[in-house]
């Protein structure tokens, strides 16, 4: 009997071993299908932050629909209503005497941009691939491996086994398809590339195909005037081993190759320094700078190269969340396997894994633009809300796992676009507002729009700009590199601070904003029931307004500069509204203590506090207990409809250290708003749920605010036993941590700062002195 026990224990062991090494086991990394995919959102993503592709593995005609980062619709235009500043006194003094429908009706007139939409990011096209044979083929395999970025469709045909391997290179720049077959003369293929609008494509020579194009948008008084605009050229090159290659009019046709290379680059004429187009650059003659020096590298060296550029950013990161015993199954199978009730761990680690493989793929050198709506995955000429830049969540979600989930580098072209907006927000602060600084409302464009968006009902959101200066605050918080800082950061917050000087106005002793709203919430007029968006004062803009003053003030005290504007930041802070509890016991969204006009909206601006900013926590225990009632009621109210809802919720409630209802989250943003791909579903596909998910679920792992890095504070029963590697938290530290049967067994921090630290782990907690480049086992005393 003893010996059985003995055995069992060792199995037990060795078990939990092999489950452990799983983590970085190539199998658990993968999206695989068993057929190719029928629509978009089942075919599979590849990027390199300025090249995006969505692979369909199709047999007989195979679809890469490709798209370059920067094609967008539009022009920079100067967009400031003339009339605004005129009107900005009267528009505060409707909203004060509760006159909501008379402000709204001037706004909309007078102060709202002109014109006042955007227009939209646009796919570059599509790549076909057709097979000259119908006949029938088995072992049909399609994935998608997450730590080397490749992918892969594999099936067998006429006996001969097939593979088209497809990926995005960073280091150079280009996508790669490599079709090949284990039987010599095999690849029999038509390549053609299509455009549907505003576009030629001709044949070059018997291996080159070249679109041209340029944008030509229709007059639409909502968007602008119409025109030529962006100009655009992509590049296809075949470079085949045996066989031949012919045109034969715009297609060109592979026979009897071994196998076959396409190398694919676009590019646009688009100038982030000028924010528009420029006819200075040529698409065309770029393209062939990327293309030419390729043409001297083999298959093996492309792809080894862009291997290892693609793992020395996802490895850093490992995460095992127990058990993976549905890796077997096709992904779609095991999709389906959740919706229909089945927990599987393994499946929320590998989501996780593929919100950091979606940003690696969308916002990182050689882009320059972050990842927008849709990341950089567009099939649409006129994509959903214009797949553009919406700045009250969407943005500054896609962000949220750049930090914590150890990829950095991500938030550089964010920052690049922040800083360009500047030139554009300046004008419109002034010709708004009559202030200095710079601003930017809810939404904008690669263009640079900075005025009110859309309509005063969802785009009164002025202090947008200063939301979005957190993310740049938040990589100095996790860098602590001071340089940063000094040169990019600091200067960009201290304009948005300088904005906020001038836009607050007295009301009833405090400073507040006006007109503003909470985003995209109505109240209830109180004398007439009616909904109304404008107000004065909006709880988020409190928060936003009390943090960034923090932030502001510990910059400027790192960087011992501004000593005089420290002092008068101090006092426009003691003058803002505090965070304020209403009858119901939830947190007031409104200056006042307003009803809901729908109680269960899926933003919930006025939690800004607990996530992602840290105003609301256990020290505070009446705003956390409001918090959590805040939450509840909305949830009860059909909240978390859209994926990017829920994906904030999972955050809220690691917050609020209730790792069960985080689960509970995490389990809903896959049965409800996941796609075939693991492509987050708005519904429609939009990518931010998919990057708040991932935060969400490290953030129940770890945490990090007050100086303190707390370990575990939300781990659910349905993860006993996993670890985490490489994951990121404020101060310049880089934590790894098991743990088992729900309890913290090791912990170790590197810090690249050396900085001080005070690590919690429950009711435990201990202080490191660290040295930068040394790495430390955390020990608690008991
Ligand atoms: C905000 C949200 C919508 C959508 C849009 C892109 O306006 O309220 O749900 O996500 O952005």
Sequence with gaps: MKLIKTALFLLLILTAFSCMNDTKKVDDLRLWYEQPADTWTEALPVGNGRLGAMVFGGVYNERIQVNEESLWAGERLDTNNPEALQALQKIRQFIFEEKIEQAYKLGNKSFLGIPPRVRSYQTLGDIFIKADSTSPFTEYKRELVLNTGLCNTSYAMNGVKYSREVFASAPDNVLIVRLSADTEQSINARICLLREKNAAIRVIDDNTLLLEGQIMDDTNPLQGEGGAHMKFAAKLLVANSGGKVIADNDTLVIKNADSALLFFT??????????????????VAINDNILNPLKNKSF???????????????????????????????????????????????????????????????????????????????????????????????????????????????????????????????????KTYGARGWTIHHNS????????????????????????????????????????????????????????????????????????????????????????????????????????????????????????????????????????????????????????????HRH????????????????????????????????????????????????????????????????????????????????????????????????????????????????PAAWPDGALHGICVRGGFVVDMQWQNNNLTSARIFSKAGEKCIVKYGAKSTELETKAGESYDVAFAD
Excluded at 313 to 331: K, Y
Excluded at 487 to 516: N, R, W
Aim: aromatic share 10%; proline share 6%.
């Design 266 to 283: 676009a590019s646009t004429d688009y100038n982030l320094d000028k924010l528009n187009f420029d006819r200075s650059i040529d698409p």
């Design 300 to 430: 093996e060296q492309l792809k080894k190269h862009h291997i290892e550029e693609h793992r020395s950013l996802f490895d850093r990161v490992s995460i095992d969340l127990g058990t993976n015993d549905l890796a077997a199954l096709p992904t779609d199978a095991r999709l389906d396997s959740v919706i229909n009730g089945h927990d599987d761990p393994g499946l929320v680690a590998l989501y996780f894994q593929y919100g950091r493989y979606l940003l690696m793929g969308s916002s990182r050198s050689p882009g320059i633009l972050p990842a927008n709506l849709q990341g950089i995955w567009n099939e649409h000429f006129n994509a959903p809300w214009n797949a553009d830049y919406h700045t009250n969540i969407n943005l500054q979600m896609n962000y949220w796992p750049a930090e914590i989930a150890n990829l950095p580098e991500t938030v550089a072209p964010l920052v690049n676009l922040v800083d360009k907006w500047r030139e554009p927000g300046r004008e419109t602060a002034r």
């Design 445 to 600: 464009d690669v263009f640079g729009k900075t005025s009110p968006r859309d309509d005063m009902r969802w785009g009164m959101s002025p202090l947008s700009g200063v939301w979005m200066t957190f993310l740049l605050w938040r990589h100095f918080e996790y860098t602590r590199d001071k340089t940063y800082l000094r040169e990019k950061a600091y200067p960009i917050m201290k304009e948005s601070m300088e904005f906020v000087g001038d836009f607050l106005i007295e009301k009833d002793g405090y400073l507040v904003t006006c007109p503003t709203m909470s985003p995209e919430n109505a109240y209830k007029l109180p004398r007439t029931k009616e909904p109304a968006q404008l107000t004065y004062a909006a709880t988020i803009d409190n928060q936003t307004l009390l943090a960034h003053i923090d932030h502001c003030i510990e910059a400027a005290e790192i960087l011992q500069v501004d000593e005089n504007d420290r002092v008068l930041w101090r006092q426009i802070r003691s003058k803002i509204p505090p965070i304020s509890i209403g009858r119901d016991g939830t947190i007031m969204e409104w200056i006042k203590d307003y009803e809901e006009w729908d109680p269960g």
């Design 604 to 715: 919930m601006s006025h939690l800004l506090g607990l996530y992602p900013l840290s105003q609301i926590t256990p020290e505070k225990p009446l705003l956390f207990e409001a918090a959590r009632k805040t939450i509840a009621k909305r949830l009860q109210n059909g909240g978390g409809h859209t994926g990017w809802s829920r994906a904030w919720i999972i955050n809220f409630f690691a917050r609020l250290r209730d790792g069960e209802k985080a689960h509970e989250n995490v389990l809903a943003l896959l049965q409800k708003s996941t796609l075939k791909n693991l492509f987050d579903n708005h519904p429609p596909f939009q990518i931010d749920g998919n990057f708040g998910g991932t935060a969400g679920i490290a953030e129940m792992l770890v945490q990090s605010y007050g100086g303190v890095i707390h370990l575990l504070p939300a781990l």
